[in-house]
């Protein structure tokens, strides 16, 4: 860490910036947020620096900065967008004793001016060290979006409500309580009511966490996307962040388990095939322990948990132990495999409908019409397919679908390790062992990839083709 992050105190101090163009207004913009007294130097303004100097907000002096303009500043912005007027300023700064900027010249700045999202008193600041501006936005825009507008108004007036939610006693009701406050509830009470009926909720809340200090808990079931983090729905984020317990399948990547409270209890329920697999049975009341006894349970399932997720048999055994629930969907597999080689999933004119079907069910490779399926047109996202390949294409062409129907299979949808493989219904097995697929692939049947798509997953079964060599 070149740069250490502090909040600078400049509420009535001065800050001089020299230069009025547009890049001190960037800067400027900034500073207006404070409670500084700014002093812009700048021959030839933009007229928006005038304008603010008009309106009183700074003082402005139509010329150069001078020696003496910045005595008892406590930071000094060169924002004149000429290194040479920048560094003759910055002299000036230095010798007030000020805390000097040049706008971007890292090396011969004292300080630079990070990132800021502001949702007063709540102020986050995010610096990269100059290294990558853009990273830089990009955590400014996921903390925009995630942070309600109104989380400063809540703040200051939960400031005041601190002391009061202590009488919640342990720290799991007062996160719960805080949490519902500043996600939510506050934000829908700020909206219909103001301030007033923010501080009407905040009682209403109090009450409610004093009596369900010992109610039960819920399930709430989340979709956890195909495998890349990004994919997550915010819903899914939120649940996360607030489970007490969270139980995992086995596809369900590191990086999204890792999203999960720090002081939860993580289980991975994967079934791993034999010998030490979970039994539903033992999931089910797993889950059910438990939320009766008062947790947040998420149960996180890859994809989205209604297809192929065994969804509906957890839902009858909550039912049948009365513990609330709720669904939150996620991208599907078969969605994010279409996306990778640029294909939708259904096409006016190729193919009006798509089946979801499984390769594999409880009794092995598993049944459909497949007289339906072999007619021209048809397409279908296969999941579990992989094992079951000999068998679907065996089936396929003895019902008269035509070998040359494309097969994709995409590997890892959407993970860094993702791999796509182009074959035919007549080539399908071989290329599968070619490639070598290990794991979770989805097979797009009747669906080819797009043009560029196809050649790199040409080339890249060229390349394994070479590696069996
Ligand atoms: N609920 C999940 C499916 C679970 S069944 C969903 O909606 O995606 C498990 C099967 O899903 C795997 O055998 C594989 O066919 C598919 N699958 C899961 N994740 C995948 C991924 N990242 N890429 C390709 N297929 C995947």
């Known amino acids: 860490m070149r740069h250490f992050p502090v909040f600078v105190n400049v509420d009535g101090r ?10 001190a207004i960037a800067k400027l913009r900034l500073l207006l947020k404070t409670r500084a007294r700014i002093s812009v130097f700048g021959a030839d303004p933009e007229p928006l620096v005038r304008q603010w100097a008009e309106e009183g907000r700074i003082t402005l002096t139509e010329r150069p900065v001078e020696t003496g303009d910045a005595l008892c500043a ?26 000097v900027n040049i706008v971007d010249n890292l090396d011969d700045s004292q300080f630079i001016t990070p990132a800021i999202v502001d949702r007063d008193p709540v102020t986050v600041a995010i610096g990269t060290e100059g290294a990558a501006p853009v990273l830089a936005r990009k955590i400014k825009a996921d903390l925009e979006e995630r942070l309600p507008a109104s989380l400063g108004v809540l703040a200051r007036i939960g400031q005041a409500f601190r002391v009061r939610a202590d009488m919640l006693g342990d720290a799991k009701k007062r996160r719960a309580f805080w949490t519902k406050f500043y996600f939510g509830a506050g934000d829908r009470a700020l909206k219909a009511g103001g301030e007033d009926a923010v501080r009407k909720t905040l009682e209403t809340l109090l009450t409610d966490g004093i009596e369900t200090r010992h109610g039960p808990g819920f399930v ?3 979709g956890a996307g195909p495998g890349d983090p990004e994919l997550l729905t915010l819903k899914a984020r939120n649940a996360l962040h607030e489970a007490d317990v969270v139980l995992h399948d086995k596809l369900v990547p590191q990086p999204v388990i890792e999203l999960a409270r720090r002081e939860a209890i993580v289980v991975e329920t994967g079934k791993k095939g034999f010998g030490d697999a979970w039994k539903q049975d033992d999931i089910n009341a797993l889950m059910i322990d438990h939320a009766n006894r008062g947790a947040h349970v998420v149960r996180l399932k ?5 297809v192929f997720g065994r969804l509906e048999e957890e839902l009858d055994a909550l039912d049948r132990a009365g513990v609330g629930f709720q669904i939150v969907p996620g991208i599907t597999s078969a969605s994010a495999a279409a996306a990778s080689i640029g294909r939708s999933l259904t096409r006016r004119g190729r193919n009006a409908s798509l089946r979801i079907i499984t390769g594999h069910d409880a009794e092995g490779f598993a049944d459909h019409d497949w007289r339906a399926l072999a007619r021209p047109g048809e397409a279908a996202a296969i999941y579990m397919g992989i094992k079951a390949a000999s068998f679907l294409r065996g089936r396929l062409l003895m019902h008269g679908a035509d070998a040359e129907t494309p097969v994709t299979v995409v590997e890892n949808a959407s993970r860094t390790d993702q791999r796509v493989v182009a074959a035919t219904l007549g080539t399908l097995p071989e290329r599968l062992r070619q490639a070598g697929i290990t794991g979770p692939a989805i097979l797009l049947y009747g669906i080819a990839p797009r043009g560029a798509a196809a050649a790199v997953a040409d080339l890249a079964d060229m390349h394994h083709e070479a590696e069996a060599v």
């Open 14 to 23: 001065r800050v001089v910036v020299s230069g009025a163009g547009e890049t």
């Open 74 to 99: 406590r930071l000094f912005y060169a924002a004149n967008d000429d290194a040479t007027e920048d560094a003759r300023a910055a002299a000036i700064g230095h010798a007030a004793g000020a805390l």
């Open 220 to 222: 709430t079931f989340v």
């Open 302 to 306: 890859s994809g989205d948990p209604a």
